[in-house]
């Protein structure tokens, strides 16, 4: 099973990170994953015009599409705007999901909290440890915000709190998952714990430099990209997908 994630496209009108999105989609056409979980941050400050073009693309698409809001989404926007596209856990918030495909298992836990930055995976615990029992293939676990630090200070204080509730949760569930895959960082990071990936997706607006201790900001050269996720016989395979900038011929 092939599970694209794109995270974190921060849509704005003066932004051309639509456009890469709109790259994006038309390589996954092409490319055919089982799969797309978008992981947060889709527009910034509530622009409707942004979700109706997101969801104007997600609709072309023929395979399954699971949605999770990040910090700066407007969720109200959002689930108007992208309804019949998301299936989510429920008719208000938290917007979580469950989509039991045929090989694996993708959750989506809405850890976002209304008016900050961080998110916090206390509340939803009881939720995911009941659905997680009652997976009967492989899991992925998608969240927005990562519940472990990345080593970059700015960003670990406004990452997922509890991270150590949810690993004993992990620890003592039958069936854990393969990764717990998330957005947030805007550059790809990849951690593990025991046999868990834990893995946050690149951005497809502008990468966050890789502020490293009392190093300087060094000009960023990574790309803006999305993952591709290989699930076969209880192992996971993620893929980096880079994009070239526009200003490069597109």
């Known amino acids: 099973m092939l599970v694209a994630q794109i995270s974190d496209i921060h849509a704005g009108p003066d932004s051309p990170s639509l456009l ?22 889709l527009v910034d400050d509530g622009w409707r015009e942004g979700y ?15 949605l999770l809001p990040g910090n ?7 689930r108007g705007e992208l309804a019949g596209i998301g299936s989510w856990a429920g008719t208000f918030i938290p917007m979580h999901f469950h989509a039991a495909l045929t090989d694996v298992t993708l959750v989506g836990v809405d850890v976002t909290i209304a008016g900050q930055s961080y998110g916090d ?8 440890g009941s659905t997680l029992a009652d997976a009967a293939t492989p899991v992925l676990v998608f969240m927005h915000q990562p519940p472990f630090e990345i080593g970059i200070e700015v960003l670990d204080q406004v990452g997922c709190r509890n991270g150590d509730a949810l690993l004993e949760l992990l620890k003592a569930v039958e069936r854990p998952p393969l990764g717990i895959l998330c957005g947030h960082v805007h550059r790809p990071v990849l951690s593990r714990t025991g046999s868990i990936v834990l893995q946050t997706c690149g951005s497809l607006c502008p990468p966050n430099p890789l502020l490293l201790g009392d190093r300087g900001d060094l000009p960023v050269l990574d790309a803006s990209s999305f993952l591709v996720h290989e699930v076969g016989n209880d192992r ?9 900038s526009l200003a490069e011929g597109g």
């Open 72 to 78: 700066g989404d407007d969720q109200s926007v959002m």
């Open 52 to 66: 109706r073009r997101i969801a104007q693309s997600l609709r072309s698409l023929d395979f399954p599409v699971c």
């Open 20 to 41: 890469v999105f709109e790259r994006a989609i038309d390589w996954l056409k092409a490319f055919r994953p089982d799969a797309l979980v978008l992981t947060g941050d």
């Open 121 to 128: 995976i206390l509340p939803h615990l009881p939720w995911l």
């Open 236 to 244: 996971l395979l993620s893929h980096i997908v880079s994009m070239r």
